[in-house]
């Protein structure tokens, strides 16, 4: 009988433009799920970073986004993680349906839970989705300016923005593939970047 606790917990790692399917921004059931189980995680050394938690039908998914200050997460940690905050979830049964239970590192596109997140990554790209349209938009790429409060600050090819945090539904980092040597570099099509065509040989 497939019991409310995962017993094959997922662990998922550095894989770019992945997830989604899954909203970021914490749900009410999710922040729940953070107060209670933050603190053990805390008793780890790692840090949670946020919970995506994505009810469907009779079944859930709850992913779990754990952070390791100062280095890289290892697959321990996440074994860890699981164990722990598995038997908190059994005590405390949040979650009334079966659910699969998913621990995985931020990877290089990290998705942003909180204000204070986006503040640690200042002059980077994000991508982020709105849950009401500002200055027309819902979807759009911007660099991260600064926080005040509760607000991000992104600077748009439109302009400057200022974006109340409970308004923005989910958020990633942009990796920039070629400074993290996963891509090379564009090679210019001439002296000055301009792509030029061959002149035609005369017959």
């Given amino acids: 009988m497939y019991r409310k606790r995962a017993l094959w917990p997922f662990f998922v790692f550095e894989i770019p433009q992945r997830h989604e399917a899954y909203p970021n921004t914490m749900s009410g059931k999710a922040t729940e799920i953070i107060e209670l189980l933050s ?14 938690f994505a009810p469907t039908g009779n079944s859930a998914m709850l992913r779990l986004y754990i952070d390791a200050p100062g280095r890289l997460v290892a697959i321990e940690d996440c074994e860890a993680v699981s164990r722990e905050v598995a ?32 503040g640690r990554f200042i002059g980077e790209q994000a991508r982020v989705t709105l849950r009401m349209a500002q200055d027309g938009r819902r ?44 891509a090379a570099q564009p090679k210019p099509n001439g002296p000055d970047g301009i792509r030029r065509k061959k002149p035609k040989k005369e017959s």
């Avoid at 603190?39 to 995506?52: H, R, S």
């Fill in 87 to 118: 038997a908190v979830l059994d005590v405390n049964d949040p979650i009334a349906s079966a659910y699969t239970l998913e621990v995985s590192s931020p990877g290089i596109d990290r998705p942003l839970f909180t204000a204070e997140q986006f």
């Fill in 139 to 182: 979807r759009f790429q911007a660099r991260i300016t600064g926080v005040e409060g509760d607000d991000v600050l992104m600077a748009h090819e439109a302009g400057d923005m200022r974006i109340a945090h409970d308004n923005i539904e989910k958020a990633r980092l942009v990796p920039d593939l070629v400074a993290l040597g996963l």
């Fill in 39 to 52: 603190p053990t995680v805390v008793a780890l050394g790692l840090e949670l970073l946020g919970v995506e």
